[in-house]
């Protein structure tokens, strides 16, 4: 299984440099240059890991930083050199961003396993994701818990990653969070929300389709059962009259009536499945309808007018 993203893979074990940082910074008092060689030591660790990305430069930075202190030391005092505690906090910041990095990515597994798909078929995708919206100021658990909406809405991780950059530009619109502007998407995909008529965009409403939808299967689960309890009523009234080489009137009604029971049974599933093929093609044609709408959305959101989609096009 493929793991989390590099933020995660940094950040939710970073335990051992916030130990590292808080170990010198209580020393700080005394030896600047004890903290200093500490921290190098721990970035050192991480980069020859290959695992800071775009932490690198930031905490290089800090390094630096400590250096200086270290070398004007003696001039700065030790009351200033008490700071080494809120250096060492860096390091539990630290700790507690990539927790939460890490929590998200376990929900957002969880949440396309759910699916029936599995994380693995996604997780390249995902981090291409988490790197793109970086760019855009958002951090990793942000993404995924957006992804994670996302999913969980469409009930598809690819659709989810497919309306993520449009989240992304919905929630520059409204100056929201990402997973805000991530639930008002998937609400409009459901057939609920307000958002589309703030932009002059019309919601295909889903609320009928799935309710005849759910009539549609609950009649075909009966036609099910009724077809199979005809079935075994016949098999009794066989096995009853076996061996006999003359039926009585009653016994050939019997047997006649069985038999017309079972053919009435097989007729009414026929229509129900039909019926319910037609209410399965009426609700995703809803849920086109709404993912359709999305992607006018997400065209004016960008500033260019809505794109007409061909006929029958899902995207």
Known sequence: MAGPSIAVRVLGDASGLARSIDQAGGRAKANASAMQGAF???????????????????????????????????????????????????????QVLGSKDKAAHQQLQAAVEATGHSYDDYAS???????????????????????????????????????????ADLAAAKHEDLATAATQMGKVY?????????????????????????????????????????????????????????????????????LLNVQQADVAQKAAHEHLAAAHAAATAAAQGNGKALDQLGAKLKGRPPIPLAAGSTR
């Open 40 to 94: 190098s030591t721990a970035l050192g660790a991480l980069n020859r890991a290959g695992v800071l990305g775009p932490f690198q430069d930031a905490l290089a930075g800090v390094g630096a930083s400590l250096e200086i202190l270290k070398e004007h030391a003696k001039q700065i005092g030790p009351a200033f050199l008490a700071g080494g505690a809120a250096i060492a906090a860096v390091g539990t910041s630290l």
């Open 125 to 167: 995708k995902v981090e291409a994701a988490i790197h793109h919206q970086e760019a855009f100021g958002h951090t990793a658990d942000q993404t995924q818990d957006a992804l994670r909406v996302l999913t969980q809405a469409t009930g598809d991780p690819t659709k989810a990653l497919q309306y993520l950059n449009e989240a």
């Open 190 to 258: 459901n057939g609920q929300g307000r958002i589309l008529k703030e932009y002059g965009l019309q919601l295909t409403n889903t609320k009928q389709a799935a309710s005849a939808l759910t009539s549609a299967q609950k009649q075909a689960q009966t036609a099910d059962v009724n077809v199979m309890k005809s079935k075994q009523r016949l098999a009794d009234v066989q096995a009853l009259l076996a061996g006999k080489s003359k039926l009585t009137t009653a016994e050939q009604l019997r047997l006649r009536n069985a």
